[in-house]
């Protein structure tokens, strides 16, 4: 092995250090004197700094890898440095002051076997993901049902291996020549500009005849090969299989259809790791070309003794780095192809991912000629437990409330970009459409609004929660063609509050729902609210055996910050001039625990203070709340939609926001019967 001068030294004080009784408990050893010495030393000869290049590119942190690209990490000047402890048995990896945990195994002699696969090695796994999958997996086929009966109206014809040309084929020729029809579908990014793959009214007749490969976008023909590989002879792409006229009238009836064309298809090839369609599928960054490997060393310490050896363990590529953060990732048409696709097949910047309702793999989990690697975690909800959620909804359950998946999906997808902002109800639409096909309520959910009609309180129960990720620039106004209510009004990120809460109560009935007026009875209240000076976080914590807070727990469900900017006010408490006259009980009680969000710029009051008008809507347990220091209690929070008067003498309201208070002295004592729209 030959190692230069830093990783000789490293090396040396790695075996010394665990062979010590001891008095050495930790030993810093300089590698390079940043990463592009590290790489010019990998690329000449070093085999430790290879490993350690490789290490810095998929740097990970509490369990959870990310991926940096090379010439980002060229632009640093920081110190390459790696430290060894002996009491705690860890080596840390630095590049300045970022540091991450390798694991070392002592004693392990395994001489580990790099694995790199070219493409057609890729595709050869991926058939074999398909075979066992198909065979083996039940769970990846219960939501499908009558799939004989339903076809996209028109598909790809791909061909032959080698072939030169594709055509389009009308779905309603197929079913007239066999019962099952099997296709693949295509999940990408279009990127910007003209596209050549489109298929109009113009060309349509000619396309049903031929189309040359060479006239369509890189990821397009690569879907091609990698469906005819894998035996499929069919294959859907939206911009060739729908007519992409302004003035047609095939998307409109396409696109509520969308859900049962990913549900319906075999397999979906995606496109993750590149933002246009003319980046191809098999693109890869410079760090996932080099060959995922541990690194065993071994010194040998006389000839009577076995030599000290020590397997230093490669980090993988993870799924939610790699796909999840993906450009694909990251579009909000995407989440719903994600969810109803049976399997995927994601090409991503960092290699092969499969994942379908039973699990995912990824070619870094293959061994050899083992195809079939035990599958690991999940990589999105698989459909037959939102499916399964739905269904349960109406029964009493003692630690979740009803559709809370449906919500947590909102949640995702609401975070995603589009291109075309008036997209935000048509790319969720072909998942709630097939959601309730699949779970028998047909007419619950109303693709207009993109709600649930029997879980129009949950579902109504938002928050806007731009700032929670940071962003700090709100869009200015709302969509007009939507109701208030709707959380596809805003074009941004919302968040249910409660929605894993164990108590969790609805505070007010829905009388009526003509869609899209609401006619409610509650409980109205009036606070005055002012601009919150400070960020607001609400963390949930854990506790000691004495019952003391001592740090946040799992996996932060619940956990928010809000960040200080023209929509984040808080209501006004009474204030004392001496702070001795405010007792312990209402500093807890009123000391940063409520919050008010207006939905959008456009909503917001334009003063430092001034009154709101607000509905009790519901109340839960909020564990990020605690009351004292001991976390013994847990304050109940109530949730309240923050409207505006539209009609004063009718009763009829608009929502402007979300404020969640711990009291409930701003609120009437009777309820009314108001209108929302």
């Not at 790695?14 to 004197?33: M, Q, R, S, W």
């Not at 806007?464 to 939507?482: F, Q, Y």
Request: hydrophobic share 35%; net charge negative.
């Amino acid at each position: 092995m030959d190692l230069c001068e830093g990783c000789q030294e490293f090396k040396s004080r790695l075996f010394e250090i665990y062979a010590d009784t001891g008095t050495i408990p930790f030993v810093n050893v300089d590698i390079h004197k940043n990463f592009s010495e590290l790489s010019d030393c990998a690329d000449a000869f070093c085999d430790l700094c290879k490993y350690f290049r490789r290490e810095l590119c998929y740097y990970a942190k509490d369990d959870q890898p990310y991926a940096f690209d090379v010439k980002d990490l060229e632009k640093t000047i920081d110190q390459v440095t790696v430290a060894i402890q002996s009491e705690q048995a860890t080596v840390q990896l630095y590049l300045g002051d970022c540091g991450q945990s390798i694991r070392a195994d002592l004693g392990n002699y395994t001489t580990p076997v790099p694995l790199k696969y070219d493409v057609d090695g890729l595709l050869v796994l991926g058939r074999e993901w398909l075979s066992n999958c198909i065979a083996k997996h039940k769970n990846c086929d219960l939501h499908v049902k009558d799939t004989c009966d339903f076809l996209p109206i028109r598909l790809i014809e791909v061909g032959q291996p080698g072939q030169q040309s594709i055509r389009l084929v009308l779905s309603e020729c197929l079913l007239n020549r066999t019962k099952h029809v099997a296709y693949a579908t295509l999940s990408y990014c279009w990127g910007e500009g003209p596209h050549t793959a489109s298929t109009t009214d113009e060309n349509l007749e000619k396309r049903l005849d031929t189309i040359p490969l060479r006239l369509l976008p890189r990821t397009i023909q690569d879907a091609v090969h990698i469906t005819r590989v894998l035996d499929i002879q069919y294959l859907w792409v939206d911009a060739l299989c729908i007519l992409q006229n302004p003035e047609s009238k095939d998307w409109q009836r396409e696109f509520p259809n969308m859900g049962k064309v990913y549900s319906h298809s075999l397999l979906t090839i995606a496109a993750s790791g590149v933002k246009g369609s003319s980046g191809g599928c098999f693109y890869k960054r410079d760090a996932a070309l080099w060959p995922v490997s541990g690194l065993l060393l071994t010194e040998t310490t006389s000839e009577y003794q076995r030599p000290h050896a020590a397997l230093l363990n490669p980090t993988l590529p993870a799924w939610s780095s790699s796909v999840k953060h993906s450009a694909l990732g990251k579009r909000g048409w995407a989440v719903q192809e994600r969810m109803l696709s049976r399997r995927t097949l994601s090409w991503t910047e960092d290699g092969l991912f499969w994942d379908c309702a039973e699990g995912m793999t990824s070619e870094h989990m293959a061994s050899g000629n083992d195809y079939n690697p035990t599958l690991t975690g999940r990589g999105r909800l698989p459909l037959h437990e939102v499916i399964r959620d739905i269904n349960d909804s109406t029964v009493p359950h003692p630690s979740a409330t009803g559709f809370h998946a449906w919500c947590e999906v909102l949640e995702e997808f609401s975070g995603k970009a589009l291109t075309v902002a008036t997209d935000r109800l048509p790319a969720v639409v072909g998942l709630g459409n097939e959601l309730s096909r699949l779970t028998g309520n047909v007419c619950d959910f109303d693709m207009n609004m993109g709600v649930w009609k029997s879980n129009l309180i949950q579902e109504l129960a938002w928050v806007t929660c731009n700032d929670v990720s940071g962003k700090r620039v709100p869009m200015e106004a709302r969509a007009t063609e939507i109701p208030s209510w709707s959380w596809a009004s805003i074009h941004e990120q919302i968040h249910f509050p409660g929605i894993h809460a164990q108590e969790y109560r609805m505070l007010v009935k829905v009388l009526s729902s003509k869609l899209p007026e609401l006619l409610l009875v509650g409980r109205m209240g009036a606070v005055n609210i002012r601009r919150t000076t400070s960020d607001f976080t609400i963390m949930p914590y854990d506790t000691d055996d004495f019952g003391k807070r001592v740090n946040h727990v799992g996996d932060g469900r619940g956990s928010r910050v809000y960040h200080v900017g023209p929509r984040m006010f808080e209501p006004v408490r009474p204030t004392y001039e001496r702070e001795a006259d405010l007792s312990w009980h209402d500093k807890e009680r009123f000391g940063r625990k409520e919050i008010a969000v207006l939905d959008s710029l456009a909503d917001a009051i334009t003063s430092e203070t001034g009154p709101v008008q607000c509905i009790q809507w519901i109340k839960y347990k909020d564990y990020c709340r605690p009351v004292d220091s001991m976390n013994r209690w847990h304050y109940f929070v109530t949730g309240c939609i923050i409207v505006a008067p539209v009609c004063k003498r009718s009763k009829i309201y608009r929502r402007i926001g979300w404020l969640e208070a711990v009291d409930l002295d701003i609120f009437d004592d009777e309820d009314e019967i108001i209108t929302l729209i």
